[in-house]
């Protein structure tokens, strides 16, 4: 959603590399385009306008660090606006003193409200929470139906006493809602409250009594974030008519222009509190400011990325894995390639991981253009495999080789292709393994002790002089041959420090995927 922007906004920031301090004209052009890039997104004038005045006093302040060039004075100075706009940090969830905590949710009409209630219910119920969704959005055809899919899809229950399609009292059902989680002890209760197709009176006074009938502890708007400017003008009327505590933005994955994103928070005052960015139930998470700027930005998200791998990865299994190969002998199989590349898998497209990674914004396109299908075909080939031949790969023959791609539906080239990959892989991981359980190849801390070095240097022929005159004139003596010194080891039992050849042939040596590999030589 905010290509468009980021583009912008580091075209802008290129133009000041090289220069060591930032001139009023420097601070004039830069804020020009900053501003024209945030018009062209769809960002409130009033916003632009607040914005643009805050980068402008503080580039021209005593707030600048003197140890920064000038774009990076000016792209500091812009992920801290960016981050206030947004809502400055993190608003976490309400929950009542007394259960049940109850949250309901208000928007127009296709904004996402059905789908996002099962989103939040399957968030809520990965904290630990027992939540229930409620019908009561009895007006739409087939919204009822709808929800109960959607909870079915979470595992989350849903409380559907009227069928819909006009059919039943909205405020009733919210209301029986309320006994029913009391007495089932549901901890949470989502409402799914009717859509609008604009700011209908009728309809904002039904939500104005779904809202006094249950008391929420929070309500939720929950806004389109492609609609643009109408989502501002909109959460006002909704402000004004019934309230909201926080803003929830669905479908930040399109590919609109992302005004509304930038905007709501500052002109309702109100935090945005959730983000939806796909169309899984999983592609939801509570939203951080920092983050967001830092994405806008084209600096990656880090943090996001780890809690995903923490998510996602299995402590236990990703240690046994980085055990067998750091004990070199081959118990790293093909099994465990299989595990973690699935691993990475769940936590998304590998698009999406990749566009988290910081410095890949420079790389948009190639990103967007990797073929999932790779990792399919990988899969197959592995699949198609025997226990003991995924085990041992060294099993593998020409015979095999040429049942495994027949059971696969690939080529041997493809079959060969993995197997040497998968070596490379494992060869270059084992000799970074060691060299970090023995320390760096030319740095401190894992080399010899001082006293081993100048043993080693003694058998090297090196000799120290005799404070004895008598020895010191007696003829040299051939020194027997030193044996070769031994290579740094763990104490632990781990592979001992290779050398930093070794460690640029594993390098050299491996390939990347194909798709991959393609991918990093465009973006250079």
Same mark, same amino acid.
């Given at each position: ?7 912008? &906004? ?29 018009? #062209? ?28 060039? %000038? ?16 809502? +400055? ?19 127009? $009409? +296709? ?5 996002? *209630? ?16 409620? *019908?009561?959005?009895? =007006? ?64 904002? $006074? ?17 806004? !389109? ?56 139930? !999983? ?23 780890? #809690?995903?791998? #923490? /998510?996602?990865?299995? *402590? ?6 980085? #055990? ?5 002998? +081959? ?6 390639? &299989?595990? $973690?590349? =699935? ?20 790389? /948009? ?84 002790? @001082?006293? %081993?070095? =100048? ?13 004895? @005159? ?20 763990? @104490? ?33």
């Amino acid at each position: 959603m905010f290509d468009t922007l980021q583009d912008r &906004l580091s075209a802008a920031f290129r133009n000041l590399r090289g220069k060591t301090r930032l001139t009023p004209a420097d601070i004039e052009a830069t804020t020009r385009e900053i501003r024209l890039a945030l018009l #062209e997104a769809d960002v409130n004038l009033v916003v632009v306008k607040e914005f643009i005045a805050a980068v402008r006093e503080r580039a021209a302040g005593v707030e600048i660090h003197q140890a920064l060039n %000038a774009g990076q004075q000016i792209v500091k100075i812009v992920n801290d606006e960016l981050i206030a706009i947004l809502g +400055g940090q993190a608003r976490p969830l309400r929950f009542a003193k007394t259960p049940p905590t109850v949250i309901m949710l208000a928007g127009l $009409q +296709g904004s996402g409200k059905t789908t996002l *209630a099962g989103k939040l219910g399957r968030w809520l119920r990965s904290q630990g929470h027992a939540p229930l969704l409620v *019908a009561a959005d009895l =007006q739409r055809p087939n919204a009822v139906n709808q929800l109960q899919v959607v909870g079915e899809r979470a595992g989350v229950h849903v409380f559907a006493p009227e069928p819909g399609n006009g059919v039943g009292n909205p405020v009733q059902v919210a209301r029986d809602s309320i006994a029913h989680a009391q007495t089932k002890l549901y901890d949470v209760v989502i409402v799914d409250t009717a859509g609008r197709l604009g700011v209908d009176a009728e309809l904002m $006074q039904q939500a104005a009594d779904i809202r006094d009938a249950v008391n929420p502890t929070e309500i939720l708007f929950v806004v !389109d974030a492609m609609i643009g400017q109408d989502a501002v003008n909109t959460a006002r009327a909704f402000a004004e008519g019934v309230g909201f505590d926080g803003v929830v933005l669905s479908k930040l994955d399109g590919d609109a222009r992302g005004g509304a994103a930038l905007s709501i928070a500052r002109v309702t005052g109100r935090p945005i509190m959730f983000a939806s960015n796909g169309e899984g139930l !999983d592609d939801f998470d509570a939203f951080h400011p920092d983050r967001m700027a830092s994405r806008i930005l084209g600096m990656g998200d880090v943090l996001t990325l780890i #809690e995903q791998a #923490e /998510k996602t990865f299995d *402590a236990e299994q990703t240690a046994k894995a980085a #055990e067998k190969l750091l004990k070199g002998k +081959g118990e790293f199989g093909l099994d465990d390639f &299989l595990q $973690q590349m =699935q691993a990475v898998r769940k936590m998304g497209p590998l698009s999406k991981i990749l566009g988290m990674m910081p410095g890949m914004g420079q790389m /948009k396109d190639q990103i967007n253009n990797i073929d999932e299908r790779e990792i399919d075909r990988i899969e197959a080939i592995i699949y198609s495999m025997t226990p003991a031949e995924r085990a041992n790969p060294k099993l593998l023959d020409g015979s095999r080789r040429a049942r495994i791609a027949k059971g696969s539906g690939t080529q041997v080239s493809d079959v060969n292709s993995l197997v040497n990959r998968f070596y490379d892989a494992r060869k270059m991981m084992q000799s970074l393994g060691g060299a970090m359980a023995g320390g760096m190849p030319g740095m401190g801390g894992g080399g010899r002790r @001082p006293a %081993a070095r =100048q043993q080693a240097k003694k058998r090297k022929g090196g000799k120290g002089v005799s404070g004895n @005159p008598a020895k010191r004139n007696q003829p040299a003596t051939t020194a027997a041959p030193a044996e070769p010194a031994a290579s740094a080891g763990s @104490p632990f039992g781990l592979p001992t420090q290779p050398s930093e050849a070794e460690i640029a042939k594993a390098m050299g040596e491996f390939q990347l995927p194909p798709d991959l590999q393609k991918l990093l030589n465009q973006g250079k």
